[in-house]
């Protein structure tokens, strides 16, 4: 697997923020929450969720920290309360912020799709609006000339992530080949496919560094069994079809997952210190 490399080749990020936010909605009596926290997680909005700051606003700043300045939000036609602070009431200093409209929440390559003027012809990162990155994978991806992606070591999300080991377990790992390129994705893997795993594991958090390519295997795709269009069949497709070859960056930090009110106070006690910089 690979280090950084020098020369960096995009300033453009396109954070995927249309999701419904099926688990979030869930009321948990056992989640440390405040009112308002509550009724923000009750709308699905997880990139508001207010932790000092709306959390979407740490994963901005990281993002401005790691150099990338464009950043587009795919969206819902009925998120008007993210299309108001982000695109009205903030001001931000050294990021733009740009909106793309996923129609319907068809799956996760639908949603990249959906940002394809704003890629245009550069190379673009696409990251998930519920998660916090490390720094060193979000600069590792914007150096890299072509197609690549991140992948967690699953002993370091353990110990430095928010995760447990059964939610772990449900997270897609990566099969890597001698050179350090990306040959497939075990996506949602059983118990038994689990455990027969390589170790360390090496799991996707959907942190992507995308070339043009993968528009065309966006729409090349069919729909999987739960009826979305997944990245990781355009991923597959890419790689299979297209050619494309996705160097991995092995990253020994966690990721901050939140995708339930029960991750809200861990995730805001890990954040707590963090400045937040538009």
């Given amino acids: 697997m690979s280090a950084p490399t020098a020369a960096g080749n995009t300033d453009k990020a396109v954070i995927l923020a249309r999701g419904l936010g099926t688990r979030m909605r869930q009321t948990d009596a056992y989640a440390a929450i405040n009112q308002e926290q509550a009724a923000m997680a009750a709308s699905g909005a997880k990139a ?5 700051r709306p959390f979407l606003d740490y994963v901005l700043t990281l ?15 009925e998120h008007d309360a993210i ?17 793309a409209v996923q129609e319907q929440p068809k799956g996760t390559a639908d949603a990249v799709a959906a940002a394809e003027s704003f890629a245009g012809d550069d190379g673009f990162l696409v990251i998930n609006s519920d998660n916090y990155y490390p720094l060193i994978a979000l600069k590792s991806l914007r150096e890299q000339p072509g197609a690549a992606t991140a992948l967690f070591d699953e002993d370091s999300m353990l110990r430095s992530g928010n995760v447990t080991q059964d939610r772990l377990a449900k997270f897609a790992f990566g099969i890597v080949d001698s050179d350090g390129f990306l040959e497939r994705l075990v996506e949602k893997p059983d118990a038994a496919t689990w455990s027969q795993r390589p170790k360390p594991a090496w799991l996707s958090m959907n942190c992507w560094k995308f070339s043009p390519a993968i528009f065309a295997a966006c729409r090349a795709i069919r729909p999987s069994p739960r009826n979305e269009f ?14 494309e070859r996705y160097r991995v960056f092995a990253i020994r930090e966690g990721v901050l997952d939140l995708t339930s009110r029960a991750d809200i106070a861990t995730v805001k006690a890990a954040l707590e210190t963090k400045q937040v910089r538009l």
């Fill in 48 to 52: 508001l969720i207010p932790i000092g």
């Fill in 63 to 77: 993002l401005a920290d790691a150099g990338y300045r464009r950043i587009c939000l795919v969206i819902g036609p």
């Fill in 230 to 243: 997944e990245i990781t069949d355009a991923v597959q497709y890419s790689i299979g079809v297209l050619g």
């Fill in 83 to 99: 299309r108001d602070y982000y695109g009205r009431q903030l001001r931000p200093e050294r990021i733009s912020i740009e909106f």
